[in-house]
């Protein structure tokens, strides 16, 4: 599958072929911007013990989690060198016939090694495990997920005003499923492994902007076309270059959760935008 990425900055523009960011199982060059220490991302199964739906939930809720803590998680997608996370529920009798629930999460490395292990526990009724859902995943992974994410992420300094270049990404528009906030969320944690500050909408002003926008054609033949835009822009909302992807993937696969797709996405399109904010700084510098 052919993957292109355009980089077009005023009157500049260069074509260059980039990994396949839709393959999960094809590892990119090693590139310190394509290969950050989270980018393998963390796979998580259903929860071994918990009755269904709720080994499912859990393992759904545990990878929100994750990507809430800035890591790259799926309950599907993986690569060769993604983290295995399992969990293994218990339940004991609690007070007034309620159950206490016991997950033990374990996470190994690609080679099998155990890097990390956490628990949870919850005292509830058993209906209420039973279902496994909703406010009940959610209180069981919290308070293992931000341990877990801890393994594999690295962290960026807070941005001081007047100092460095901060960047804003603004939320991805068009993309169906979870893509807008994926995709955000992946492209600001690619930038910050190219040593660019990020800066929230209550932090310092920032010095460009990065706007995505998803564009998908309607299914033929099982497969869809789809186009992402990158679009740097300076503070006024003036825009400076432009970083275009499009590729050909199965129809309706992107509907839902993205997993690691958008780390993926991400990946490849930050050289790109990092070569458009390094060619602006220079053409102003000689301004």
Not at 62 to 83: C, F, H, I, W
Not at 181 to 194: F, H, I, N, Q
Not at 262 to 281: M, R, T
Request: hydrophobic share 45%.
């Amino acid at each position: 599958m052919n993957f292109v990425v355009l980089v077009a900055l005023l009157l500049l523009a260069a074509c260059q072929p980039l990994p396949h960011p839709f393959e999960h199982d094809t590892p990119p060059p090693n590139s310190p911007i394509l290969t950050p220490p989270d980018s393998a991302g963390i796979v998580v199964a259903p929860v071994a013990g918990a009755p269904e739906p709720a080994a499912q939930a859990l393992a759904a809720a545990m990878a929100k989690a994750l990507q809430e803590n800035d890591v790259p998680a799926s309950t599907g997608a993986s690569n060769r060198g993604s983290y295995r996370l399992s969990g293994s529920a218990s339940t004991a009798p609690s007070t007034e016939g309620d159950l206490l629930v016991s997950i033990a999460w374990e996470m190994r490395d690609a080679d099998g090694v155990t890097v990390s292990r956490q628990e949870s526990h919850l005292s509830l009724p058993k209906a209420a495990w039973s279902q496994g859902g909703g406010d009940v995943a959610q209180q069981l992974v919290r308070q293992a997920a931000p341990s877990l994410a801890k393994m594999v992420q690295t962290t960026a300094p807070a941005p001081l005003a007047g100092t460095e270049t901060l960047i804003a990404v603004r939320t991805v528009t068009g993309a169906p499923g979870d893509g807008g906030e994926a995709l955000m969320r992946a492209m600001g944690d690619a930038l910050r492994r190219a040593n660019f500050t990020l800066t929230e909408s209550t932090g310092p002003a920032p010095t460009f902007l990065v706007q995505g926008t998803v564009e998908m054609s309607p299914a033929a033949n099982g497969k869809q076309q789809i186009r992402i835009a990158w679009a740097l822009l300076r503070p006024d909302g003036g825009k400076i270059g432009q970083v275009q992807q499009e590729n050909a993937i199965p129809a309706g696969s992107l509907d839902g959760n993205w997993g690691l797709t958008a780390y993926d996405v991400a990946n490849a399109a930050a050289p790109g935008i990092a070569a458009l904010i390094a060619e602006s700084q220079r053409v102003g510098a000689k301004s």
